[in-house]
């Protein structure tokens, strides 16, 4: 994108040990020594040679973006500064620079040396606001080229903190809100707790389902009361063939055995087939269709 500079800083020791291979043309600086390196898309950063005559001026840290009022020389309020700006503006004192995820303005402040740094970054409406000697720039800042102008900017603003912003400078909407200390302290013991607090609020007693959220799913109900054979449709269909389904009678004598099998099973159903078995007095063995109530429980995945 035409006008759109991306002007990296990194220290020294992080650059040295990634060691990274630049594209050919880019510029990346050295943050705490000011050097810079401009790849050739071929070699590694630590077999680049410095570029001579490259290196960003040292300069004093300015106020940071909690710190609007003096910024100017004057206690200025905010308002003002924004009309200083557009004052600027009307009458062509003001060059656009763009690097990384910040937006700045860059105007001569007419009867001082000073070169002022308006920021907006767009991410969090944050307003961040800066000063540089006006020598840095040899070439005067409309004579200067636009990498010159970001390269003196982005290392002017490095020096801005963009954590430090009062609440009254940020917008809020309905999707984005301040949370509080106290609030994010009760949502993080939350998260952090245990779930005796959480009230269970299905009934075991009817049919029903839970959807874990590491995907496992539960259905469960009850059949009363079936001499052949039913269709049993889950109250929420699995992802797949559930892993299992296990049955268990409500009832049962001394003298029988009752069991109900799951044949056939699929995602959405399975078929429940109660059967029983006795030994009758004469020793002899006795079985057929149950008429027992059954529980089931199926357990499977629902993603």
């Given amino acids: 994108m035409k006008g759109r500079l991306q002007l990296p800083m990194y220290t020294a020791a992080a650059l040295a040990a990634a060691n990274p291979l630049l594209l050919k043309g880019e510029v990346v600086y050295e943050s705490d020594t000011r050097k810079r390196k401009v790849g050739d898309g071929i070699s590694k950063w630590n077999d680049l040679a410095y570029d001579a005559g490259g290196d960003l001026p040292k300069m004093t840290p300015v106020a940071g973006a909690d710190s609007v009022a003096d910024f100017l020389g004057t206690s200025a309020p905010i308002n003002d500064v924004l009309q200083k700006v557009i ?118 007693n009817a049919e029903g389902y839970y959807k874990a959220p590491d995907g496992m799913m539960f259905a469960w109900g009850t059949r009363c009361n079936q001499t052949t054979s039913i269709t049993v449709y889950f109250p929420a269909s699995f992802y797949a063939r559930p892993y299992a389904i296990i049955t268990t009678p409500t009832a049962f004598g001394d003298a029988a055995v009752e069991v109900a099998a799951a044949d056939p099973v699929s995602a959405s159903y399975f078929t429940m087939r109660p059967r029983y078995i006795k030994r009758l007095s004469n020793g002899q063995a006795e079985y057929g269709n149950s008429g027992c109530t059954f529980q089931y429980l199926a357990i499977g995945r629902w993603k």
């Avoid at 060059?95 to 910040?102: A, E, P, T, W, Y």
């Avoid at 005067?140 to 009062?166: K, Q």
Wanted: glycine share 6%; with cysteine; aromatic share 12%.
């Fill in 87 to 204: 004052a600027a503006t009307a009458i062509g004192k003001v060059r656009m620079v763009r690097f990384g995820g910040l937006q700045c303005m860059v105007w001569y402040i007419e009867g001082t040396t000073t070169v002022g740094v308006f920021g907006f970054v767009a991410e969090n409406n944050a307003i961040a606001f800066g000063s540089v000697d006006d020598s840095e720039f040899p070439a005067g800042i409309f004579e200067s080229t636009d990498e010159e102008i970001a390269a003196v900017v982005s290392y002017a603003c490095s020096f801005i903190s963009l954590t430090a912003i009062p609440a009254s400078y940020i917008s809020t909407n309905t999707l984005y809100q301040f949370a509080s200390y106290s609030e994010k302290t009760t949502w993080n013991a939350k998260a952090n707790s245990n779930l005796d607090n959480v009230s269970l609020l299905k009934s075991l």
